[in-house]
């Protein structure tokens, strides 16, 4: 189930990562276009920051942060559970 879900958000963040990047390259392009003086939607781009790249932005990061609890508890609780296999349990009247 944890591995399941952790693959999801991984996923996730994979497409948000990547829509990120082209909202900056759009950004970038935009921003270049603006002083170059042709028109390629830094307007838009602007009016669109606040309802969409705000959210992405604060998903990306927030996504990554819980990602990296997720594997961080999974991988503690694995070592936790290979370290209970080895211990043997003693019988009474062993030892």
């Known amino acids: 189930m944890t591995s399941k879900l952790l693959n999801g958000l991984n996923t996730l963040l994979v ?22 003086g042709v028109p390629l939607g830094f307007d838009l781009w602007y009016k669109l920051w606040e309802p969409v790249f705000t959210p992405a932005l604060g998903l990306l990061m927030g996504g990554a942060l819980l ?29």
Not at 67 to 72: N, T, V, Y
Not at 73 to 86: D, F, H, M, P
């Open 67 to 95: 990602s990296g609890l997720l594997s961080q508890i999974t991988k503690r609780l694995s070592q936790r559970a290979k370290q209970n296999e080895r211990v043997p349990i003693l019988k009474s009247g062993e030892g």
């Open 15 to 36: 497409f948000n990562t990547f829509f990120v990047l082209g909202s900056f390259a759009w950004f970038v392009a935009a921003l270049v276009g603006r002083s170059a």
